[in-house]
């Protein structure tokens, strides 16, 4: 077996590598999968009720890969961090998706504070005013085929969230929204 001199030089360059290594990791952003467009409206009154006029100060657009955004009680996906602003925002989410097995589907949606769900144009489920994170059990009836879905967020004040999972009623398993399944594809 060779033996591996070690002098200055060679644990230098090790050094270096790491730094080299570490520095690229802190500066390369996050990236996950662009399944969906996340308008994010800051508003610049209280917002107490999702049907409220709103008074938009400024929006951004962020892209997603799923709808799990209650990361430490605000705001924030996993990978990409917070994602909103500190409080009164609105969050509007128009997404294609299709139906591979038609029949019945549930879709649960958490949220802190309120939201408004439709599918087709048809208001399936909402929540109008502030409360704690909590989910709402929303039934629908699919055909198989393209649809779309809509949904609309508000943050007031204090802890924020939003998650959409859903599920085919018969077999109960959910998933994300944004996950594929042998039900849904986004």
Known sequence: MKKIPFNKNTVFSILLAVVVVTIINRVTPPYVDDVFNVVVSKNRTTITDIHQVRDIEMS???KLDHLNLAEKNRFRHPKMGDI????DFFVDIDAPFLVKKPGDYVFYLGSDDGFVF???GKKICEWTHDRPLTTDICHVNLSAGDHTFKLVYFQGYGNAGLT?????????????AGDNSRYLEF
């Open 60 to 62: 951004k657009i962020v």
């Open 84 to 87: 909103g602003y500190s409080g």
């Open 118 to 120: 439709s599918v087709d």
């Open 164 to 176: 959409m999972s859903y599920a085919f009623a018969a077999d109960g398993t959910q998933y994300v």
